[in-house]
């Protein structure tokens, strides 16, 4: 056999290692959405994990809800991949997107919007797992909180290998540093904990509907093929619109109740949403009531 031959042979197999590792088993939660880019969750409702193979190592976006996931994430990563994690980019700074970032860094930077680490540093319950079953205590030995090592303003752009990621801030829409990831050439959107498929979110105290629903009008704005949310299952820019909708009628119905001059504990306990019934975390409505009602009355 020729060295043209043998080099020839090598190049065929290395091109198709991308596609054999996507076929092998990644665990019964982790789903391709795109060539190079999964994402893992675990329920409907849990958080998600995009995980973006690129020529110059993987980019994750979060790290998972339960320490269980956080290593079928690490399991997923090893069977596409020898290159290491190189960025873990958070959408947000509670615990079951954040957590698991001790898994990955190092050697992988942790990335979020400023405000994040102080806002994890005073969440953070290293206690949290203690009397959790032995598997899940097993899976989150080693826990230490690890807070992002770089805090951008508004936005950044980050190229790692043949990729383009645009990190988007997400002012007062979830937690106190909200992060959209728009890959533009791909045209995916991993669009934080703003808009949730087929449930309530729960709303802060601090967070407004104006800007959650300026939020929306800027992703939506992106045009993205695939959205991935921060929790639920990937879709198209409908959730958003579903989305727009529910708030627009809850803001409707409550600025009516309180023109008639119903206090807000009296809406809290009158108010009807049947349309949305059906969505998941119904006990977060007094949050949303809330909300609502700052809107309105402008407090």
């Known amino acids: ?19 054999l590792a996507g076929a092998q088993d990644l665990g019964p939660n982790v789903r391709r959405i795109k060539d190079g880019i999964y994402v893992q969750s675990a329920r409907e409702v849990n958080s998600t994990v995009g995980i973006v193979l690129t020529r110059d190592g993987v980019v994750l976006i979060d790290t998972g809800q339960t320490p269980l996931d956080w290593r079928e994430v690490e399991g997923a990563v090893r069977k596409l991949t020898p290159l290491p994690v190189r ?30 680490a102080d806002a994890m540093r005073k969440a953070d319950n290293p206690a949290r797992y203690a009397t959790a079953s032995p598997e899940v205590r097993a899976a989150a030995e080693g826990y230490r909180l690890v807070t992002p090592y770089i805090e951008y303003h508004d936005r950044l752009t980050l190229h790692v290998g043949e990729r383009t990621f645009e990190l988007l801030r997400l002012r007062n829409a979830h937690s106190e540093a909200d992060t959209a990831v728009w890959l533009p050439a791909e045209r995916v959107l991993f669009a934080a904990s703003v808009a949730i498929p087929n449930s309530l979110n729960n709303i802060r105290p601090f967070v407004t509907l104006a800007d959650m629903l300026a939020a929306i009008k ?17 879709g198209t820019t409908q959730m958003f619109d579903e989305n727009e909708r529910y708030f627009g009628l809850l803001i409707e119905r409550v600025g009516a109740m309180a023109r008639q001059g119903k206090t807000l504990d009296q809406i ?3 108010l009807r949403m049947p349309e949305y019934s059906h969505w998941a975390y119904q006990e977060r409505m007094p949050t949303n009531v809330d909300a609502a009602y700052r809107a309105v009355t402008q407090r």
């Open 268 to 270: 809290q306990k009158e």
């Open 218 to 234: 800027m992703m939506r704005a992106l045009n993205p093929e695939v959205v991935v949310p921060g929790h639920g299952s990937f």
């Open 1 to 19: 056999m020729t060295r043209l031959s043998v080099l020839v042979g090598a190049m065929i197999c290395s091109s198709l290692l991308p596609s």
């Open 87 to 116: 960025y873990v980019i958070n959408t947000e700074v509670h615990p079951d997107h954040t957590a698991g970032n001790f898994v990955f860094s190092p050697p992988a930077l942790v990335i979020n919007h400023s405000g994040a």
